[in-house]
C-alpha cells in the first residue's frame, strides 16, 4: 500500500513538470527503500520499530545520494562558493538536516553507531564539493563513486543493525 501511494504520488509530481523531477525521485525512493522492513518482517517475523529505523535509515542515505547527484549535474559549471549554493542551497540544508537527525539519533541511541558511521562518507562528499573547484562531470565516475558508498553504507548498515543493535 505504502509502495502504491508513493508511486502515484511520484507520477502526480512528475507532470507537475521539471521543478519537480527531484522531489519525485525522492518519493519513488519511500516505495523503493520500503522493502528493507518488508525483508526485516520476512527474515524476523516481526514488524518492529527496529524495521522502521531500517526503512528510514535507508531512505535517507536514498534521497541523499539522489540530491547529491542532481546536485553534481546542475552544479558542474558552478564556481566558487556563491555560485554553487546558487545551485545546491537545499541540499546543503538537507545534509545539516541529515546531520541533525543523526546526532538526535546517536544522542537517544535509536539506532546503532555503525549505522551513523555510514552516513560519514556521504555526508563528507555533499559538504566538500562546496570547497572543491569547479570539475567537469564525469557521470561514469559518479556513479561508480555512489555505487561504492551504497556498498560501504550497506555493508556497515548490516554489521550495525546484525551485532551491535
Known amino acids: 500500500m505504502i509502495a502504491g501511494a508513493a508511486f502515484a504520488a511520484q507520477v502526480l509530481l512528475k507532470k507537475m513538470g521539471r521543478t519537480t523531477r527531484v522531489a519525485a525521485e525522492v518519493v519513488g525512493t519511500l516505495a523503493l527503500t520500503s522493502t528493507a522492513p518488508a525483508a526485516y518482517c520476512v527474515a524476523t517475523g516481526r514488524l518492529d520499530a527496529r524495521a522502521w529505523a531500517l526503512w528510514l535509515v535507508n531512505w535517507l542515505f536514498a534521497a541523499n545520494q539522489i540530491h547529491f547527484v542532481w546536485l553534481r549535474i546542475r552544479g558542474a559549471r558552478a564556481a566558487g562558493w556563491s555560485e554553487k549554493f546558487t545551485v545546491g542551497w ?71 543493525f546484525s551485532f551491535v543493535w
Do not use: C, D, N
Not at 558511521?117 to 562528499?125: D, E, Q
Not at 572543491?132 to 551504497?150: D, F, M, N, S, Y
Open 90 to 160: 537545499s541540499f546543503l540544508i538537507g545534509q545539516v538536516l541529515l546531520g541533525g537527525i543523526l546526532a538526535l539519533a546517536y544522542h537517544f541511541s535509536w539506532l546503532p553507531e555503525l549505522t551513523l558511521m555510514a552516513f560519514a562518507p556521504v555526508l563528507f562528499r555533499g559538504f566538500v564539493w562546496y570547497a572543491k573547484r569547479p570539475q567537469p562531470i564525469v557521470v561514469r565516475r559518479l556513479g561508480w563513486t555512489e555505487l561504492a558508498h551504497a556498498v560501504v553504507f550497506g555493508v556497515l548498515l548490516t554489521a550495525g
